[in-house]
């Protein structure tokens, strides 16, 4: 079983940059595929970002050209650069073995000021 940790959630103001790491333990040589999602206050979950076993990755519009989803071992990272207000949310990490099991990081929170 596959468990997720996430960190470098924070305080930071427009225009500002944050780097989110998750840290899986455990199976974590089982994990197929990442992704982030987040979920704004009021509003439902959505995926920011995926990256494939392959280092395929995939981004929404609203953040394609400002963040960045890498992998490491059993870690996965997504840099956050010309945060907007819009960007607040707590942010998720969701991990995807190779039989589509899911697993989710407990979350973090981003708050970008204006």
């Known amino acids: 079983q596959v468990q997720l940790v996430e960190s470098g959630g924070g305080l930071v103001q427009a225009g500002g940059s944050l780097r989110l790491s998750c840290a899986a333990s455990g199976s974590s040589n089982s994990i197929n595929s990442w992704a982030w999602y987040r979920q704004p206050p009021g509003k439902q979950r959505e995926l920011v970002a995926q990256?494939?076993?392959?280092?395929e990755t995939n981004y929404v519009s609203s953040v394609r050209g400002r963040f960045t989803i890498s992998r490491e071992k059993s870690t996965v990272h997504l840099e956050m650069n010309s945060l907007k207000p819009e960007d607040t949310a707590v942010y998720y990490c969701k991990a995807f073995d190779f039989m589509a099991r899911a697993t989710w990081g407990q979350g973090t929170q981003v708050t970008v000021s204006s």
């Open positions: 990256i494939a076993r392959s280092g």
